[in-house]
């Protein structure tokens, strides 16, 4: 029997073993996390385990929910260290969880702490990672886990005062216009942002433009989307202005089609300007109105939607021409048809998908993201993985993959299907390369 979260735990075999100690202290470039650039820019400290745990992590949230613990302990007025210890409590009950390694890995990696959490243990762990974290900062945190790119998620008026290269870390925005699907209540906010009136559907794409070009000129490489589904119709442009114009009064019918047409424009400039582009699907967000007058969103109450329906996703792709689309990764949180999702990145021109989204980035869904994109696409592109995160200490996140990712390889090592050297480059690619490319770091 191995000892609890020993160094090679996930690691099935000597060569896994071998091939994850060549690339796991790999830089780690981070394309797309929910970070506070402005506690990176700061230094901030934390107060401590808890917060820096339980202060935003609806991941944590909705496993404490399951465990039958108290609101006031999760979103609620508790101390921190009160929040800490039923976090604690909770742990063991998390078996296969990917919460149960994020958890052990981060005290491990972070603190040196190889026992498991649980209520016994809970006091002790919280005295000792606490005088570790008196003169943690973020920064220092962030160069632990050799941290070298970081994308933030922003939305296209925000000011982006905060952003830049903080002790050799590179903190870039990523172009986030979701509120803009929505004119009757976005468009005021960007009238403010660009200092002008907007009367028609063509300048509020202009006026989106000028912000994606200030993006640009504060680092910015990448763009993100997200919503349920793809649209299944189109509409021309002379359609939009008319739909843009009544704004104020749209059916949802009417709301999906504009959505879909400034979907296309945006997509189209993200070409022209060599912007990636991310797309996120198949997530349906804030289902428990109680609680989402209570806590607000990005609280764990979102959920997975109906598998994305291939003909709306060929037909998005129609949209653009080969020649003009961005370098496009797809994220669904809906796996079930994830065979035909990669199979049609093989269709069209600078499209892949991206790792495992939200739901699937378990011990399981990494492994069958990992294996789907072997057997229909190409593993050898593949950018690897990110935090998708608020929590600075999530960075354990990407040792969890590595250690997936290298546990597959070796496999195909042992067996004498794929030789050493080629594995070595291929781990090197995916794990760093491809996402530096990606992100023109």
Wanted: glycine letters at 6%.
């Amino acid at each position: 029997m191995k000892h609890f979260f020993s160094n090679d735990v996930l690691l099935g075999n000597e060569t896994a073993v071998s091939l994850y100690q060549s690339i796991k202290d790999l830089p780690i470039i981070d394309y797309h996390c929910h970070l506070d650039q402005g506690k990176i820019k700061d230094d901030a400290l934390f107060n401590d385990i808890g917060e820096l745990w339980l202060a935003g992590d609806h991941y944590k949230w909705r496993a404490m929910r399951l465990c039958g613990v108290d609101e006031a302990f999760i979103t609620g007025n508790a101390s921190f260290h009160d929040k800490f210890i039923k976090y604690a409590e909770i742990m063991p009950k998390l078996i296969g969880n990917p919460l149960y390694y994020w958890t052990h890995f981060e005290l491990k990696q972070i603190f040196g702490i190889d026992r498991p959490l649980n209520q016994g243990t809970a006091e002790g762990i919280y005295q000792e990672v606490n005088q570790k974290m008196k003169d943690l900062s973020v920064r220092k945190l962030l160069k632990h886990f050799h941290v070298e790119y970081i994308c933030t998620t922003d939305d296209p008026i925000d000011d982006l005062s905060k952003h830049g290269v903080y002790d050799g870390i590179t903190v870039i925005p990523t172009f986030r216009p979701d509120k803009a699907y929505r004119p009757d209540l976005y468009l005021p906010l960007l009238e403010k942002a660009v200092h002008r009136r907007i009367d028609n559907a063509k300048a509020y794409v202009e006026a989106l433009e000028e912000r994606l070009d200030f993006f640009i000129s504060k680092g910015c490489k990448i763009s993100d989307h997200g919503f349920n589904r793809f649209p299944s119709r189109y509409i021309s442009d002379e359609e939009a202005e008319v739909l843009f114009r009544k704004r104020d009064n749209l059916n949802e019918l009417q709301k999906e089609l504009f959505f879909g047409w400034l979907l296309v424009q945006l997509t189209k400039l993200y070409g022209k300007k060599h912007i990636a582009m991310q797309i996120h699907f198949n997530v349906i967000r804030n289902n428990n109105l109680e609680m989402f007058d209570a806590c607000g969103p990005d609280s764990g109450f979102d959920l997975i939607g109906q598998p994305q329906n291939i003909e709306d996703l060929v037909l998005f792709f129609n949209q653009i021409k080969d020649q003009d689309r961005p370098e496009t990764v797809l994220y669904t949180l809906n796996d079930a048809n994830l065979s035909s999702i990669a199979a049609v990145t093989g269709a069209f021109r600078h499209v892949r998908l991206g790792p495992s989204w939200w739901f699937n980035d378990t011990l399981e869904g990494i492994k069958r993201n990992i294996r789907t994109i072997s057997e229909y696409a190409v593993l050898g592109t593949n950018l690897g993985m990110l935090t998708d995160s608020r929590s600075f200490s999530s960075y354990s996140r990407f040792d969890f993959f590595r250690r997936i990712l290298c546990d597959y390889v070796g496999e195909k090592v042992e067996s004498g299907e794929y030789d050493y050297a080629s594995a070595l480059k291929l781990l090197e690619d995916i794990c760093y390369n491809n996402s530096k490319t990606l992100v023109g770091a």
